[in-house]
């Protein structure tokens, strides 16, 4: 998806159509249809929830950035890397670990992926 994603709500619609059940935005957008046939429920749930998803998960980037911050600030002296004490490397490398995740499932979700 380049550029801004529909805005949510999204929601699922009450009624197939011809085998899909539409996933509908705000005004009576729709941004997919999803096939009936085959009992894709869970996949109906999952893409309706996407808008809430994204905003949240980007919410979270920003905590776990900002634990990160309070780790790494609290164990070296100035902020210099070299001093970093060797029991805050294995929270930092964890937490380091959760931020490239979550910034490839967003950049993912952007398109950039």
Do not use: N
Not at 78 to 100: I, K, S, V
Request: aromatic letters at 6%; hydrophobic letters at 40%.
């Amino acid at each position: 998806m380049s550029g801004q994603h529909t805005t949510g709500p999204w929601r699922k619609s009450g009624a197939a159509m011809d085998g899909f059940r539409p996933i509908m935005a705000p005004g009576g957008v729709i941004v997919a249809l999803i096939s009936t046939f085959f009992g894709r429920k869970a996949d109906e749930d999952l893409i309706a929830a996407a808008p809430e998803l994204y905003a949240e998960l980007f919410l979270a980037r920003d905590e776990v950035a900002e634990k990160r911050d309070v780790i790494f600030d609290c164990h070296t002296i100035g902020g210099d890397p070299d001093t970093l004490e060797d029991e805050a490397r294995p929270d930092l490398e964890h937490l380091d670990a959760q931020l490239a995740r979550i910034d490839s499932a967003l950049a993912k979700a952007r398109g950039e992926a």
